[in-house]
């Protein structure tokens, strides 16, 4: 009798103290983010995030006079963090593909980058199913190349390896656990080859288009409804574009236009 | 330098290790005296409804579940608080970790916890009840320090084996010693060097640290929860 | 919901001939390591129960070792560690055992599950009573013999409850082979979740699949005890 006493006052309090509902005011911003993707996202031997994604959603949300918290999560798991509302949003090098955009929104264009393959100096390998047959490609689980391997490469006889993320790829790939792999070609270029990791290897082949499995360029993720959110992004956006602080940063982590045309 | 830098990082993740196991404990305790207490209760539908979450529980792989309750809980709750109009609750990793591993561990300890009462003989309690204990006092004086004697080892096992697990959630994204040790792996990799051999066995060794820790802080405990019985002569 | 079992149906179960995937990889990982495990841990045991300390000191330090770190970072070990040492990858042998994912896999799991079975069956060795082995060595048999006819039967008899205990964790602990790269239930769950960003179904079909294959297991350990432990029934 007591214990159903307590219960009910519980309850009705509960209910009681709910506060009205109200458009949300972004004065916080969780942004998912996956740090194995020098330059774009990584992490320093402090721990801290360091990156082109990193200074760019910083640079957002000083513009929107919002803080900006940045949630650690595996590639494959943004999108469904973002639904469940563990963030707000995805700034992890995200592709903007027709399945996504199933479930999820896009704000603008933020960068752009083809995918492209990296094997060994000297191999002769080229990103078609014939001459990878039998061999072993590498990708991140969840990404845009994961799926185009797994549409093109595995049912033509290549074995195709998923990774939990890019940093275990190129240690395969390193090792001889991999023949190639497939990856966003800037990430490749300055976060692999350029570095002492990379000697070595090499792109082979030219950059894959196929733009409704692989997109058509990087952007923020968001959740269907958060318009307000989009819309925010987008003038912020717009505004470090024009005012060369998108190309600040850009210069910092690329000698080439990441943002394309 | 010893760790090549990432000594920092490596001590933050053994302490985030031992904190996540430690409440995750908690919970599973508390979660498994109450799934003991429903399991052995008179009406049926609670025995039946522990009965349910102790088998799914243990028979589905713990990373599984683990996948499956992080993505889920968090949808749950937000429905829950979506009906109820309220401020979305933020659950952040390390909590979600706690819950997921208490929620599984709960249920092997409710099995440990059923099998130390049962293991009290029937006599104290109806001893006790004919003194006029309240269930409460029964509980703290009699069946407790009566039960953990023969829990102890049951408990001393999850014990370890949460240790243990809490490796698994470094693959929701939790930054304890595995997840330390595989971002030196990353971190020392750029400067040309491929150090997984060593860091790994860094991060082995923390855990077989802890293990005998643990070990020798059980031993007390069984110490003290068997002051009075005599050991069988073999 | 209905696309995602469609389209994943047959690589939850088994793939295909050329790249099996699924339920047939966990139960193929599970009966290899299972299989080696117990081949590995009879004469271990053995070893363990000895009162010779060359022989059971060893054996006692490599279980707690095993015991005392996580099955995940033994798996890392053995497919990242190993992997990147020069010694390894100089040697030809080495080299090509260690390269193949499936490999690493298994020596891991098997080198765990012999740890644990070996704790168990040293157990029930020790358990084994005294008037029988004084009985045995009255009638004249000698080390081997006693082994064979009278201990190894009657422990394994006595070990066969934990053992299936530890069974039905072997089943559990392979779904972290996803992470050394061998496409198990699990990756395939995980590649369903992200394809089709529904995590609660993907793994929650995973979920149902081994809660069946365990409830399979318990049933034919049941069957093996009313056979095996009849005498105490």
């Not at chain 1, 094997?119 to 002769?124: E, L, R, V």
């Not at chain 1, 049912?155 to 023949?179: H, T």
């Not at chain 2, 979660?31 to 589905?60: E, F, Q």
């Not at chain 2, 579940?65 to 889920?72: K, N, Q, T, V």
């Amino acid at each position: 009798m007591r214990l159903i006493a307590i219960l009910t006052v519980l309850f009705a309090s509960l209910i009681a103290w709910s506060p009205s509902v109200s458009a949300k005011d972004w004065k916080v911003i969780r942004f998912g983010v996956d740090p194995s993707y020098p330059p774009f996202e990584s992490k320093a031997p402090d721990g801290s995030l360091v990156g082109f994604d990193i200074d760019l959603g910083n640079a957002l949300c000083a513009k929107l006079n919002a803080k900006c918290v940045w949630v650690e999560n595996d590639f494959d798991g943004m999108i469904p963090a973002l639904q469940a509302r563990k963030i707000d949003a995805v700034l992890s090098d995200m592709s903007v593909t027709e399945k996504r955009l199933q479930q999820i929104d896009f704000t603008n264009k933020i960068s752009y980058s083809p995918t492209r393959m990296v094997a060994k100096a000297g191999s002769n390998l080229q990103p078609t199913a014939q001459s990878l047959r039998g061999k072993h490609i590498g990708v991140e689980q969840g990404t845009i190349q994961e799926t185009y391997a797994n549409t093109y490469f595995a049912p033509n006889g290549v074995n195709v390896v998923s990774y939990q993320n890019q940093d275990q790829v190129y240690a395969d790939l390193k090792s001889g656990r991999l023949e190639a792999s497939l990856q966003d070609e800037a990430q490749a270029s300055v976060g692999f080859l350029k570095t002492p990791e990379g000697q070595g290897f090499e792109f082979c082949g030219p950059e894959l288009n196929d733009s409704k499995i692989l997109g058509s360029a990087a952007a923020i993720g968001l959740r269907k409804g958060d318009v307000d959110l989009k819309n925010a992004l987008n003038n912020a956006l717009a505004d470090l574009l024009k005012d060369g602080r998108y190309q600040k940063i850009a210069k910092k982590y690329f000698d080439f236009n990441i943002y394309g045309d | 330098m010893l760790f090549e830098g990432y000594g920092r990082l490596l001590w933050n993740g053994t302490l985030e290790t031992i904190q996540l196991s430690l409440l995750s404990l908690l919970l599973a305790f508390v979660i498994g005296l109450l799934g003991a207490a429903a399991k052995l209760s008179r009406h049926r539908w609670l025995s039946l409804a522990a009965t349910v979450y102790t088998t799914l529980i243990r028979g589905v792989p713990d990373l599984v579940l683990m996948l499956l309750l992080y993505y889920s809980f968090q949808d749950w709750l937000n429905r829950l608080t979506d009906a109820f109009n309220l401020q979305q609750i933020d659950i952040d990793p390390f909590l979600a970790g706690i819950c997921v591993l208490g929620f599984i561990y709960g249920a092997y300890f409710t099995e440990t916890f059923r099998g130390g009462v049962l293991a009290v003989p029937k006599g104290q309690l109806e001893a006790a009840a004919a003194y006029g204990l309240t269930p409460w006092q029964v509980f703290r004086r009699i069946l407790f320090p009566q039960m953990m004697r023969f829990a102890l080892p049951g408990i001393s096992n999850n014990w370890q084996v949460i240790l243990k697990a809490t490796a698994l959630v470094s693959i929701i994204g939790l930054h304890e010693v595995v997840r330390a040790a595989q971002d030196a792996i990353t971190g020392t990799s750029s400067k040309g060097a491929y150090h997984a051999f060593f860091f790994l066995s860094v991060a082995g060794m923390i855990y077989l640290v802890l293990t005998t820790l643990s070990n020798l802080v059980f031993i007390a405990l069984e110490q003290r929860y068997s002051v009075g019985i005599r050991k069988p002569e073999l | 919901m209905i696309e995602l079992i469609k389209q994943y149906w047959q690589q939850y179960l088994f793939g295909t001939p050329a790249h099996p995937t699924g339920l047939v990889i966990t139960l193929w990982l599970t009966v290899a390591s299972l299989g080696l495990g117990f081949v590995l841990a009879v004469p271990l045991a053995v070893a363990k129960a000895s009162t010779n300390r060359w022989l059971s000191i060893p054996v006692s330090v490599y279980a707690y070792v095993i015991r005392g770190t996580p099955l995940y970072v033994q798996l890392l070990l053995l497919y990242s560690g190993m992997y990147s040492l020069d010694a390894v990858r100089s040697t030809p042998v080495l080299s090509s055992f260690f390269r193949d994912a499936f490999n690493c896999t298994i020596l891991a799991f098997t080198l765990n599950t012999a740890a644990y079975t070996t704790e168990i069956f040293a157990g029930a060795i020790k358990a084994t009573s005294r008037g029988e082995i004084e009985a045995a060595r009255a009638y004249g048999m000698s080390g081997l013999t006693l082994y064979r006819c009278i201990i190894l039967p009657s422990a394994l008899r006595r070990a066969l409850p934990a053992y299936s205990n530890e069974v039905i964790l072997m089943l559990h602990a392979t779904t972290l082979a996803a992470t050394a790269t061998v496409p198990d239930l699990l990756k395939v769950a995980r590649n369903a979740s992200s394809d089709y960003y529904l995590p609660f179904v993907a793994y929650g079909i995973a979920a149902v699949l081994y809660l069946c294959i365990s409830f399979a297991l318990i049933w034919l350990f049941r069957r093996a005890e009313r056979r095996w432990l009849a005498y105490l029934r």
